[in-house]
């Protein structure tokens, strides 16, 4: 009886083994130690398309074991023969490819453990799935992340572009960094043709990675003149607004070709098959050409390249236009400047100079504004000035108070706080010119000195004297309110006259707020660093000009963010021009001014007459006027 329940118990268990092998899921054989198949389950005949009696007693490994192409795998690189050669691995895994009947391959995941019958090695099970599923899945999202990686690179590329074209409005320094960032992410080279509207006589950038070892090189040269028919050929071609293909191929055996004449020379010295030329346009205008080329070995752009080169196109076409009209609008703030500023007179041995510097950010104009004249008693007014702002209104309101100042200073012999105070009520009643600083000086005395300064400052820093040997004082004297503020709140204040010698060889410094002060400096550090630079200078230069003295000067302040205008006088020496002097004069007072270059100075034609000396009145150093 207990037999044969052991029977029926052995039988059970094979019935339920077969039936797990059969429902497993998953294919099962298992091979002999010769490698030979000895059993194969259901799965395994569906995932190979061939049925067990067919596979029982062939090679496991010659029969299945394929590279993804179908190619026989040599034996000595079958993993799972491993187990077969008695290592001591027990256990393997791995993804393969194994043969079906119908001559396709299919891609496998395995796991392979070593059989053993009464403790003896009997052969290899070896449990498979198909993963071809997962590998397409696998595929997929390897295809999408690639495509993600793409879009990521091209967008960086696209943000680090309009960085770029938004950060400069000069063209020629945009085109170098530009072919920079697209070298080699979409070329192997690329060059920047820029026509006149933007680049002067026209220029050409190029850039190419390196290769073999080399390194990059940079092209960068005016444009090739081109004669009128091949420019016309080439203007036609740019005029659309897609890209254009081209290879070096086309344009060798194609001579007369619109672009053979700008871009033969580029593949000659650059080498490269394949390239795209994009337009560079906006508002109906053309500005140049982009090119991107690629070398013999890799292929030519994809469509989607090409689209991203054409929108990078556009990009900088709407630049090149900004770039364009910010340079129309300097030119005419430029011309509107210089017309305001004053050209400065030549006044026997005396010597001047004059610098603008517009503020940072502004069109090249502001209320910052000096002036230097000569008066109908032959004396030489020297004026220094800065109304509120940094555009054109604020230019327009400094050439209403300069005129203003003009006029009355040259129709009115009265001392310089008279002409104050007629400047003020002018301002406050006929003008909506908002506050101004300014100081208005008369330089008196006659050839050959001594010399004087007459002055009076309205809300202004002071004028800054320095001598031949460095020594500096600021002239604090002559200290009155801003125009258009007493006037306006009827208080009655003035402006008391100054008076100072001015030492033969001195130099008399009138600068506005600019030079002094900014947003990290303090006005009183800045008048320290104008007096101690100033005196150095002095020692320094000596024998020098004024104008080298002025270009020095503001090298080592480096003022920024404000307007400055910065107006210096050179004393003669002692006795110079006196009837008899031998000395010659100092050289001719520098044509250069902010002012436009054909403009002259007013009354620089007038023979000077005969200077008064002015006298002062005992005990309160103010000259006596009649």
Known sequence: MGGTDRITDRASGTVFLHAVLRDLGAGVLTVDTSGLITFVNPWAEHLLGRSAEQMRGCDAHDLLH?????????R??????TLLQGGRAEE????????????????IIWSAASLRVAGRRAGTVVVFHDFSLQREAEERAAARTAALEALTARLNLVADVSVLLVSTVDASGMGRRLLRLLVPRMGDWAALDLWPEVAGEGERFAVRGPRGGERPVALEEPLPPLPERSRRAVEHVMSGDEPVRTTGEELAAAPDAPLATTHRVLFDRLGGRSAVVVPLRARRRSFGMLTVARAESAPPHSDAEIRLLSDIGRRIGMALDNIRLYHEQRNVAETMQRQLLAPLPQVGRLRMAARYLPAQGAMEIGGDWYDAFRLADGVTALVIGDVVGHDRQAAAHMAEVRNMLRALAWDHQEPPSVIMRRLDEAVTHTSDAPMATLIFARVEGGEGGPWQLHWVTAGHPPPLLVTSAGDTRFLTGGHGPLIGMSAVL???LNWPDAYEDLPPDSTLLLYTDGLVESR???IDLGLAKLRHHAG??????????????????????????????????????????TPGDATPPPPPQSPHSPAAPDRAAPGSTVERPEVRDPTRATGRGEATWE
């Open 536 to 577: 150095i200078l002095s020692r320094r230069m000596a024998g020098r000009t004024v104008d080298d003295f002025c270009d020095e000067l503001l090298e080592r302040i480096a003022p920024a963010g404000d307007d400055v205008a910065l107006l210096a006088l050179r004393m003669p020496a002692a006795g110079e021009g």
């Open 490 to 492: 009827d208080l009655g």
């Open 92 to 107: 393997l895994s791995g993804e393969e490819y194994f043969l079906r009947a119908d001559g396709t391959t299919v891609p």
């Open 76 to 81: 000595e690189l079958c993993p799972m023969r």
């Open 520 to 522: 990290g400096r303090s």
């Open 66 to 74: 394929r590279r993804h192409d179908g190619s026989p795998v040599p």
